[in-house]
């Protein structure tokens, strides 16, 4: 037996005995709503009734265990993309991590000296190219500079900016005659030179981007018989990782 063949059978009674005492208090509908809530029987409904959930009346939407499995289904998903989002985060905050690469070098004040037939101190001449020593670190995110050497190493593969500055003065009368190149693995990368007698001090300045892998090694050297004379403290060499990569 279903509810609605049992309600119309109860209006038929109430509206054929004698009750219109009750009419008179009672619509025809809230004798059908009491009629329904005094009903022992199952009740049978549609899934997409789902009004009585909320209502919280008996005989409930026949698709309540549905959204149960629904509702727990949804959980298990929402609970699984929760850890691959951490996980993610992880892995994202280790490599950001990985990445913090730069350094800052000047070199030392003491690093110059005074040659013969001059009283200016200078770094050179040599009879061959030498490696520059930038001793002061001011910054080295990532270790990859090497005061020891005057040599940065990428710690891990990427692009990289580099740059430094060359600077130079000379008495009057003196010749500026200066040539610096910045090398990646013993190969020449780009370079700045300076040789006239029109001015007694100048600087340069150079940035390059390159692609490194881990374990590349870029230096500045000065070439043979050339010379930095006066404040070797503002010849800089600097750099620090664009972005991580893989190149081969």
């Known amino acids: 037996m279903v509810v609605i063949p049992v309600l119309l059978l109860l209006g038929s009674l109430f509206l054929c005995g004698g009750v219109e005492a009750q009419t008179e208090t009672q619509t025809i509908g809230e004798m059908l709503k009491q009629a329904a809530l005094q009903w022992k029987g199952p009740v049978t409904c549609d899934k997409w009734d789902c009004n009585c959930t909320f209502k919280r009346q008996r005989g409930c939407c026949c698709a309540t265990n549905e959204m149960h499995e629904m509702e727990e289904d949804t959980f298990i998903k929402v609970k699984y993309l929760w850890h ?31 040659i013969s037939g001059s009283a200016q101190p200078c770094f050179g001449p040599f009879n061959t190219n030498v490696p520059m020593p930038f001793s002061n670190v001011t910054l080295n995110n990532g270790n990859g500079y090497n005061a020891a050497l005057g040599a940065f190493t990428a710690p891990c593969s990427g692009v990289y900016v580099l740059s430094f500055t060359v600077y130079s003065s000379v008495e009057k009368g003196g010749r500026l005659y200066h040539k610096v190149q910045l090398m990646m693995n013993g190969k020449l990368v780009v370079s700045v030179w300076e040789n006239n007698r029109e001015d007694g001090e100048d600087s ?14 870029v230096y500045l050297e000065l070439m043979s018989g050339r010379k930095l004379c006066t404040s070797p403290q503002n010849n800089i060499f600097t750099g620090y990782m664009l972005y991580p990569g893989t190149y081969e």
């Open 84 to 114: 691959e989002i951490s996980r993610l985060n992880d892995r994202v905050k280790a490599v950001t991590d990985a990445t913090k690469v730069a350094f800052t070098a000047r070199m030392n004040t003491n690093i110059a000296t005074t």
């Open 204 to 217: 340069a300045t150079q940035v390059v981007t390159l692609k490194m892998q881990r374990g590349d090694q």
